[in-house]
């Protein structure tokens, strides 16, 4: 199957000619090797359980759409993809055995120290890779369009974590500490995954076929930050022998969104959700061109930098952020952080930290449980008092919790993320004019005097559940880089 990516434009495709095969009974088991650009959760959502009723609502909802179109050309296929869905998809035809990532010795460190988005890495292959010899467009060619934001770094980083077994390969062509490094990394990202050192991919076939290790619920929860935050912080503690550590950093006490902003700004490439609005503002201009033209003081570059990129973004170089967070003693050792976070001016929502390498990630994430009425709160004891566990007086469960994982973490790394973030919260004075003005009964007068207060120069953040949001793939949004 070509011209597209399993995890989005040939999921009906991949559905139909899986259950194609399983009619016909002459296959026992089925390898799927998708491109090194999909995302494996959504490839496994195909065929996992619990998305049955999802796909047999899907199936319904072709099949109205294709009894409207009857007689139009794609008709009966589509009738065909509805039968498969109503049916309540590859999962009752199919069970999902093992996800399997390979990871390339050589390179995978690179990977995690890169500045290339897919887009650029695409435009690479493709400048090099040239027509086959009949002329024909090379295999991967319009697999990644030009408007897919994501980037290597993170799309790395989350194929290892959701993977039951990783396989790294190329192990002839690095030293054996080197070896080590990427196993630790491995280890730090996903604790509990079968890791296989492979050359030339020479292994058993049954160290990957027929396994019965997939779980979905186990995979989406496998993430080593994940566990971190929920286990405990010594969860692989060997693994700081390959020089790889983490640790979690918590705080209950907001950043102060300039001072944060001035910590992270040139070390890392800072990637948000642009807030586009479908209507025009009072003055009759487009919102979305007030993001990408907003002369934010906080934003001001070196001239000469900006007049040396040739880019779609003029403020942006990727490369000589890279170089700087390199050379930065606190931040350029770091390889991964996760988590969420706490704004002084945001008082209602959490926000989400995703860093992989130079690109850093910080978007919308919901509103704190504290925020929610009590009828909103799951009523399963041991889940209620799960969550009643993150409440503190008087500010509820707001607070900073963040893992991160990195080199050098035993020698001096740890201490100093520590003290950088540390002095991004807000000093004691700031804290208490803080707690006044939450006292402000007035929620637009309240945010107004926090705004006021402390400057906040981040994308807007919108509360998903009155705008519909996705904060799940990575497809399915605009983003604006700084």
Not at 56 to 70: F, K, T
Not at 162 to 173: G, P, Q, S, T, Y
Not at 372 to 393: G, M, N, V, Y
Request: net charge negative; aromatic share 6%.
């Amino acid at each position: 199957m070509q011209n597209g990516c399993i995890c989005c434009t040939l999921r009906g495709d991949l559905l139909e000619e899986v259950a194609r095969l399983a009619e016909q009974g002459a296959v026992d088991y089925l390898l799927i090797e998708s491109s090194g650009v999909s995302e494996p959760q959504q490839v496994a959502e195909t065929f996992s359980e619990e998305f049955a009723e999802m796909h047999i609502a899907a199936g319904h909802d072709l099949e109205a759409e294709a009894q409207q179109h009857s007689g139009e050309v794609g008709t009966s296929a589509n009738q065909h993809l509805a039968e498969i869905l109503k049916s309540g998809g590859l999962s009752r035809i199919a069970r999902l055995d093992t996800c399997v990532t390979v990871i390339d010795a050589v390179n995978c460190m690179t990977d995690f120290n890169t500045a290339d988005f897919l887009a650029d890495r695409h435009k690479q292959a493709t400048a090099s890779d040239g027509p086959l010899a009949d002329g024909s467009p090379t295999q991967d060619s319009g697999v990644v369009p030009e408007e897919d934001d994501r980037n290597i770094s993170e799309l790395q980083a989350d194929q290892i974590e959701f993977a039951d077994v990783i396989v790294i390969n190329k192990c002839d062509l690095v030293s054996t500490s080197e070896v080590d490094s990427v196993r630790g990394l491995v280890k730090r990202l996903n604790p509990t995954a079968k890791i296989l050192a492979t050359v030339k991919s020479r292994l058993d076939p049954k160290e990957i076929l027929d396994t019965r290790l997939f779980s979905y619920e186990k995979a989406v929860l496998s993430a080593g930050w994940l566990k971190s935050l929920t286990e405990g912080e010594d969860l692989v503690p060997e693994t700081e022998e390959y020089g790889i550590g983490t640790f979690v950093y918590r705080a209950r006490r907001p950043f102060h969104p300039e001072r944060l902003w001035e910590t992270i700004k040139n070390v890392f490439v800072i990637i948000q959700e642009e807030y586009q609005p479908d209507e025009m503002d009072e003055d009759g201009d487009d919102d979305k061109n007030k993001v990408d033209n907003d002369d934010d003081e906080w934003e001001e570059e070196d001239e000469d930098e900006e007049m040396d990129v040739d880019d779609e973004q003029p403020q942006l170089d990727p490369r000589k952020r890279l170089a700087a967070k390199m050379q930065d003693r606190t931040f350029g050792p770091l390889l991964r952080s996760k988590g969420f976070l706490w704004l002084a001016t945001r008082p209602k929502m959490f926000g989400e930290w995703s860093q992989a390498g130079v690109m850093l990630t910080i978007t919308a994430g919901d509103l704190w449980r504290c925020e929610l009425p009590e009828s909103e709160l799951p009523t399963h004891p041991a889940t209620r008092e799960a969550i009643l566990k993150d409440f503190q007086d008087p500010w509820g469960d707001r607070r900073q919790e963040l893992v991160f994982i990195g080199q050098q973490m035993r020698d001096g790394g740890e201490a100093r993320i520590r003290r950088a973030l540390d002095n991004c919260l807000l000093k004691d004075s700031e804290f208490r004019k803080w707690e006044k003005a939450m006292r402000i009964r007035d929620e637009d007068k309240r945010e107004a005097r926090l705004v006021e207060l402390f400057e906040d120069g981040f994308e807007d953040w919108l509360d998903p559940r009155e705008h519909g949001h996705d904060h799940g793939d990575g497809h399915g949004h605009d983003h604006h880089s700084h």
